[in-house]
Every structure is written in C-alpha cells, then in structure tokens.
C-alpha cells in the first residue's frame, strides 16, 4: 500500500510565502511523475506544478515566476516553494503521484495526498 502525507500550509499574508511537501512511503516500485493541484470553494481542481521523473517542470500560467516545484527522488518527496501569495492562491492544495506499486502488478496507479489548506490573507 502506498501513502502519502502532506506538510506546511498555513495562513500567510499577500506577499508572503510558503513550502508544501508531500512525502510518499509504502510498497513503491517506481515513482513517475510527481505534482500538485489546487481546488478553491465553488471551483474545479486545477494543476499548480507537475514535474515527470525526467525532471522537466510544468506550471500553470497564473503560478510561473511565484512557485517553484522541486523533487528529491531519494526521499520520495516533491516540494513546492510558494512566493509572492496572492489571496487568489486560497485553496486546498493536493499533492498528486503516479506510482508503479511493488505488488507484482507493475501497472502504474495515480495517488491523492489528503490536502492542506493554503489561506492567503491580511
């Protein structure tokens, strides 16, 4: 079984700044791509950052130049580095993994941190 667990938001003020990781753990053959969505109230979730094993990185156009998405594959961790908030970056963050288990079946399965919520706010 795989898990993942979420750390670092917070309340912070507009400007200010946040780091998300997302630590997975468990029966892991391989881990593929790594990223994070965000879903605010009354909104659809949206991609934030995604990075593949082959370490390009992905950022939706509202987040370029803020946030900045890093992975530390020894630890099984991705990171996002937050800078700048705006208060349109409120939302729940969820830290998203494509992950081959190591249960004999070698087929990659997608997994869902269980979100932390980021509240941008004087």
């Known amino acids: 079984q795989v898990q993942l667990v979420e750390s670092g938001g917070g309340l912070v003020q507009p400007g200010g700044s946040l780091r998300l990781s997302c630590a997975a753990s468990g029966s892991i053959f391989s881990i593929h791509a790594m990223g994070w969505y965000r879903q605010a109230p009354g909104k659809q979730r949206e991609l934030v950052a995604t990075?593949?094993?082959?370490?390009?990185?992905n950022y939706a156009d509202s987040v370029k130049g803020r946030f900045t998405i890093a992975r530390d594959n020894a630890k099984n961790t991705v990171h996002l580095q937050m800078n700048n908030l705006k208060p349109e970056d409120t939302a729940v963050y969820y830290c998203n993994t494509r992950i081959t288990p190591a249960d004999g079946s070698y087929r990659p399965v997608d997994y869902w941190g269980q979100g932390t919520q980021v509240t941008v706010s004087s």
């Open positions: 990075m593949p094993s082959g370490g390009s990185t």
